[in-house]
Each structure stands twice: as structure tokens, then as C-alpha cells.
């Protein structure tokens, strides 16, 4: 039997900010938030991007950082997106409770992101994995979440019974991939039912393709690797995104990738105060 998803669904509601400027073709914008600060959250959310991804994985985020930064993102009309530590199922509830629009659930080989209801999970090595994840990830009968929160309900700016019946079409899976394994099993993985898109983490697949990071971009084997994931995700009818470190290179990687994370909080912190530092001294 086959369910409505993200990419097929009709649903337009207006606070699924990052949702809807996929099926607008708008090239959406996210970036990283690794700061445990509402107040973080909410400058960020108030510069134009479409999504926030709270990074549970490599941040300083806490379960209470979490639900604080997922409310305060989506209290300012953008889809709040979560990366978690791991694959394990009370991890996915845990954020897509919390009212998440976005889950990625990364690994050494691909890592799941789900979004508009959202986590990001390492360590999900195979197609079967990432099953696995779309299962909990999904009420019954497409999979086995469990329901017990108001508050995705209202991250969503929905009621309860309404969040129940179009969660699961309007949840966007999606599978990162970062090591030549992933590489390796990338037609099986955008294969696997209700997985949205694929997410490109070029440092992580640099260091496991070329054995160094940052690649230098042009690397016939970096770059085959880049062709084959884009491929896929193409032939499989998925949606394509990367991450980019600047505005100038997330405007170029947005010419093939359908959405582009631009950067982290805390790199444009050090990166603000270096080069003016720099220029106060020179």
C-alpha cells in the first residue's frame, strides 16, 4: 500500500516554513544551531532563513535546549529542525515531540533527517536502518511513533487531532550521507520508502573518500562520489541538499541542490569577531 509523503503531499499549511518552499521550488535556506540559547534561536530565526537544525549531535544542546529553541524557531514562523546523537527510537520521539519539523538522523555513512517534524540521527549504516528510522518516525499504520505530546501540535499552529492525521505526510525524511559506504549503498538507500530527501555532509565524506578535510572541490574521486549521491536522489525522485560554509558557495551549490544548510552559529560568531579583530588591527 502506498501513503501520501512530503513530497507528494497537498498539504500547504503556513507554518511549515521549510515545507513549503520545497514544493515551491525556492531554493530554501537552513543553517546549524549549536548555541543552548533561546535567545540564539531567535535572532537566527529573525534573519530570513526557512529552517533552524538544533544540533543535539555535535551542539552544546540539551533536552531542555531542545524543546526551548524548537519553541521559540517556531514561534517566529520557521521550521525548527533536530540532529540527534543516535538512531534510537525514544531519541526520534523524543524531538518530533517537542514539536521538531525536521529530523536528521545522521551516521558515518548516511544519517536520517526528518523535517517538519524533525531529528537528525548518526550511525544509520544501511538501508535497513534507515527503515528502521522512518518507522519510528511515522504513526501507524506507516510506522510504530507513539503519541502522548501537545507540543508538536502546536509547533505546527494545528490541534491535536489534525497534527495525528497529516503528520506522516508532511514529516520529511531525510537520509545523510557522508562516508564512501554511503556512497557505496546510496540507490538502495533512496530506495527505502518514505525517505524525502538526501543530505550531502561533504566534510565527513571528504575525510572518508580522500582520507583529508576540507576537500579541495575539484578531486576527480570527491566529485565522482558528489555525482553518484545527486544521481540517485534524482533517479529516485528524492530531494537534494548540502551543506555549504558561505554565501557564496551555498548561491552556487544552490544552482544543484534543491536546499542548502549555510553554515553554524557558532563558526559565524568566531568568524564576525576574527575578521574584525583583524581589521581593528591592521
Known sequence: MSFPSALTTSIRNPRLCLLNALHANAKPVTTFLGLPSIRTAQLVAQTGLQGIIIDCEHG??????????????????VSPLVRLRMTHADLIKRALDAGAQYVMVLDHSAAILILNSGIVVPQVNTAEEAGRVVLDAKFPPQGRRGQGS?????????DIPTYMRTANETIITCLQIETREGVENIDAICGVPGVDMIFIGPNDLALSVLGYVPAKGDEPEFVDALDKIVAAARKHNKWIARLSNDGASCKEHLKVFDTVAMGYDVRAIQNWYTAELRTARS
Open 150 to 158: 501537545a507540543f508538536p501540535a502546536i509547533a505546527h499552529g494545528i
Open 60 to 77: 552544546h544542546i540539551s533536552d531542555d535546549a531542545m524543546h526551548g529553541s524548537i519553541a521559540a524557531i517556531a514561534g517566529l514562523g
